[in-house]
């Protein structure tokens, strides 16, 4: 049987109080009646007359003033109530007082402890339930982390293991100009891969912590740049770049929101199919999109896609490879900037991703 809430143990007190505080009246009437026959017996009188000159002094206060017995029965009985708060006050914050062990004992090895309290209504229900939920979130985000670092060691270990080979087969024996500088050129672009991932380990945990400052900036304009600095390595691949850029202010950060537009700009080069295109807007809701052609993204791979590490399998523009982080920071981006990042897949080749930003307001 669940135990009542606090608020309705303190509802339970008040009441009895109420009840109590009905017999008050009656009860002090039969402590003055008391005190008087008291008195009357105590200083010898035999009958409820007024004490003569001979009797004594706390005779004649007993008789004709009630208050000096009345005032220390008084001060009792309210010493006693306020003693009885204590248990009472405990008693009420139980419930909150039981629940305290039961979060304690919450770690790294069992965050899938739930309470469960029910459907109820009343405030340990409510604070229950947003407790599970916060436990929800932190073990989604604790399973990300550790999963995080898993991949990450992953994707080191292998660049760091091909660059050992390489050092070794180097060493083995004496090489001519032309292995030597084979070799070189393979280290290089080991070195380079190894360079990207480190520094989007560091953009993406810069993004995590959130903006330090908030200036309202063009989105257009970024993108336009951003386009300008793409459009020689899309003309290579033989990829046709289009765009629709309206005035939009958003508040941010420069250099993330630069590198937002990139990653997705680059994404869509790389994941890309010669001779085909890619179509950047930027407007005022959603604030962003960015759709190219491609393989086709079956609907349930198309959420992973903003996982680290995780790439689309199938034919790429670029075959040196990414970190896999690019839509990874791009959410991160997008969420340092209070804003909400999805994509979709267009239905017959190719990806739509879209980024939403709330209005700012300023001098566009």
Known sequence: MRSPSPARRILLLCGLALVAAQFAPPIADQVLTLTREFGVSWCGLGGPRAPDADASFLCEQVFRRPSVVTGPVLFLVLAGLLAMCVPAARWCLRPVRDLVPVIANVGPQNLGH????GAGRDELA????AIDDMMDRIAVGYEAQRR???D???ELRTPLAVQRTLIEVGMARARTEDQLELLTAQLLETNERNERLIEGLLVL???DRGLLSRTPLRLDLIAEEVLDAHRARAAEAGITITSTLRPRLVLGEQVLLERLVSNLVQNAVTYNRPDGTIDVQVGDDPALIVTNTGDDVPVDAVSALFEPFRRLSGARIHQGGGAGLGLSIARSITRAHDGVIAASSTGHDGLRVQVSFPEAAGPA
């Open 126 to 129: 409510l604070l229950g339930r």
């Open 114 to 117: 739930r309470l469960r309290p």
């Open 148 to 150: 995080f670092a898993a």
């Open 205 to 207: 945990a810069e993004s």
């Open 152 to 154: 990450a060691s992953h």
